[in-house]
């Protein structure tokens, strides 16, 4: 009869212990946190009495759906825990009180009876929270990750405007709002096998999205092909009457610089909207073929017109090589490169033979004596523009 009668007053003080002891309760800002907690507060009496009334071991569905909630409110485990620590105390006395009130001549068995039956009972409900707690987070992991990696997908490969759905699933992301720029990442490790253990890329994942932390820049960060693939985002202005921010790419890069010389990276330069930013993802892919341990991170907007028309024509040149190319190639081997470095010596110096000798710390006569052995190899006059320019751009294409 006590147990009924004290029913309202253990609510009240198993509420009251838990929020005074637990801080948490008290710091979380979600609206639903204590409500829930009085909630479950009446489960656990419930429970309790139904169980001292003789009625049999259930599965604890409560604890478990308790659990969920508390997942989704991204309530941390450990206080929950706690929780059910405090409210042993309080209604471990209850119970006592209520049986030594009914029989006050077995003191010393109903306290040992209530301390093992109210151990158990604590330690039971900790177990099935934390086991439901730690299952249902995967969960969700899985369904962001997922999430994640749809949206990731979208944005990288294209997508065609009058798909309603893509488009509601980015707007409800917040992609589609004005006024913002776009970056695109690429990075991988020095060594592309590396690339290949799930854990390693994922460690860069990680380390990518806690570059840019402790900058208010958006970061969705997944792996493709087994590169680590990341779009940024900021708001380029506030609206159209104040200026725009820097450049994105040029307030990420020194943020990735910190992941060290194991990892290469390409930068896509800014682009003006979600339509752009395959556009992003190919000059984010061309600038990681330009990464290497001198220059970790390269941005797309920083590479010479020159070496972007190499990397794109070297291919199709290296098949209309000039007649003389193989020659010429044959013989700067033969000179340990001499003849090449003797040519970009030349340009730096706008063909200035003295300046390009005191380049090579060789003598002008030197300098003079390779012009002619290249123009008696390739036909072509190494202190004429036109002619300079051609044979840097074959021996650049033979090299690449």
């Known amino acids: 009869m006590l147990l009924e009668k004290q029913i309202g007053e253990v609510e009240r003080r198993l509420h009251e212990t838990i929020v005074a002891e637990i801080a948490a309760f008290k710091a979380s800002g979600n609206p639903e946190v204590l409500p829930d907690l009085a909630r479950h507060a009446g489960e656990h009496i419930a429970e309790l009495r139904r169980l001292l009334g003789g009625g049999e071991l ?44 009914a029989n006050p001549r077995s003191r010393e068995k109903i306290a040992s009876a209530v301390a093992e039956f109210s151990i158990q009972y604590a330690n039971t409900v900790s177990i099935v929270s934390a086991a439901e707690y730690v299952a249902h987070t995967r969960v969700l992991a899985e369904a962001e990750g997922d999430h994640r990696t749809e949206l990731l997908s979208i944005l990288v490969s294209g997508y065609d405007e009058s798909d309603g759905r893509v488009a509601r699933l980015l707007k409800r992301a917040g992609y589609l709002e004005q006024r913002k720029s776009f970056c695109v990442a690429l990075a991988q490790s020095t060594d592309p096998l590396e690339m290949e253990s799930p854990a390693r890329a994922q460690r860069i994942v990680e380390a990518m999205t806690q570059a840019v932390a402790s900058i208010p820049v958006r970061a969705l960060v997944g792996i493709r092909s087994n590169v680590v693939t990341a779009v940024f985002s900021d708001v380029r202005r506030v609206s159209g009457w104040t200026a725009p921010q820097a450049n994105l790419a040029d307030r990420i890069r020194p943020r990735l610089l910190v992941l060290g010389p194991s990892v290469l990276i390409g930068m896509s330069s800014d682009q003006p909207s979600t339509s752009f930013i395959p556009r992003g993802l190919h000059e984010a892919t061309v600038a990681l073929d330009f990464a290497d341990v001198t220059q970790r991170v390269v941005q797309f907007s920083e590479l010479p017109i020159r070496r972007l028309l190499i990397h794109r024509g070297a291919d199709y040149v290296q098949s209309a090589m000039p007649v003389w190319f193989p020659s010429f190639r044959d013989a700067d081997a033969k000179s340990q490169g001499a003849l090449v470095k003797t040519l970009r010596a030349l340009a730096d110096a706008d063909m200035n033979v003295q300046r390009a000798a005191r380049e090579l710390h060789v003598h002008p006569n030197t300098i003079y004596a390779r012009i002619d052995r290249i123009s008696a190899l390739t036909g072509l006059e190494a202190q004429r523009y036109h002619h300079l320019t051609d044979l840097l751009l074959a021996a650049d294409c033979g090299r690449a």
């Open 58 to 101: 259930r599965d604890f569905d409560f604890v478990r759906t308790h659990a969920h909630r508390r997942t989704a409110q991204r309530f941390p485990l450990e206080a929950t825990l706690h929780a059910y620590r405090c409210g042993h105390k309080v209604l471990s006395n209850w119970i006592h009180d209520a049986a030594i009130a």
